[in-house]
């Protein structure tokens, strides 16, 4: 099976302190945001990567469904 290249999601905490998040692949990411968030949804994400590019800046309650729509091929 082929594993997706790592993500980087960057965000601000409550207390205004950058944190960084690492995915190994797409699967690790996707269970993280369906599963049960500490985050809440109004969390301004920064940056989201994917194999170094940034793909994402937004709120973390549309990240999901940005990601399940994302064509990821449009990346080399």
Known sequence: KD???M???TYKDTYQVER???Y???EALMLSL???VT???TTVITSLT???EEIYQG???DLYRFLYHYDFTKIN
């Open 34 to 36: 369906s599963g049960c």
């Open 7 to 9: 993500f980087r999601l």
């Open 39 to 41: 985050l809440p949804d």
């Open 59 to 61: 709120l973390l309650g």
């Open 50 to 52: 994917y194999k170094g």
């Open 20 to 22: 960084v998040l690492e």
């Open 24 to 26: 190994e692949d797409y």
């Open 3 to 5: 594993r997706w290249p």
